[in-house]
């Protein structure tokens, strides 16, 4: 059974920066592309990042290119989301997902999802 658990989550002041990690288990990591989402309140979840399966593929939003940065570690079973210049809108709980495969193309498995962590940035 697949398990992701994220933490890092906090509050911070905008401008400021916060490292997110999701540690996943009951897969074989190395073989599955993972992402970022993030979600308010009465809004869909929205895409953040992702990663392929060994790390030399990256694909942002928009909406956070140059400010966020994902990255893996396969040793560690464990992506990480390090989140700089962060705005008030950047406020979200954020969750972390595999994808069917080890490509970004695979597309993302909603079925285990973690409990999400809460990302705060005032202004």
């Known amino acids: 059974q697949v398990q992701l658990g994220e933490s890092g989550g906090g509050s911070v002041q905008a401008g400021g920066s916060l490292r997110l990690f999701c540690a996943a288990s009951?897969?074989?990591?190395?073989?599955?592309?993972m992402g970022w989402f993030r979600q308010t309140p009465g809004k869909e979840r929205e895409f953040v990042a992702a990663?392929?399966?060994?790390?030399?593929?990256?694909s942002y939003a928009d909406s956070v290119k140059g400010r966020f940065t994902i990255s893996r570690d396969n040793a560690e079973n464990t992506v990480y989301l390090q989140m700089n210049n962060l705005k008030p809108e950047d406020t979200a709980v954020y969750y972390c997902?595999?994808?069917?495969?080890?490509?970004?193309?695979?597309?993302?498995?909603?079925?285990?999802w973690g409990q999400g962590t809460q990302v705060t940035v005032s202004s």
């Open positions: 009951g897969l074989t990591f190395s073989r599955y592309a």
């Open positions: 990663i392929n399966w060994s790390g030399d593929s990256t």
């Open positions: 997902a595999k994808y069917n495969g080890r490509t970004l193309y695979t597309g993302p498995d909603f079925g285990s």
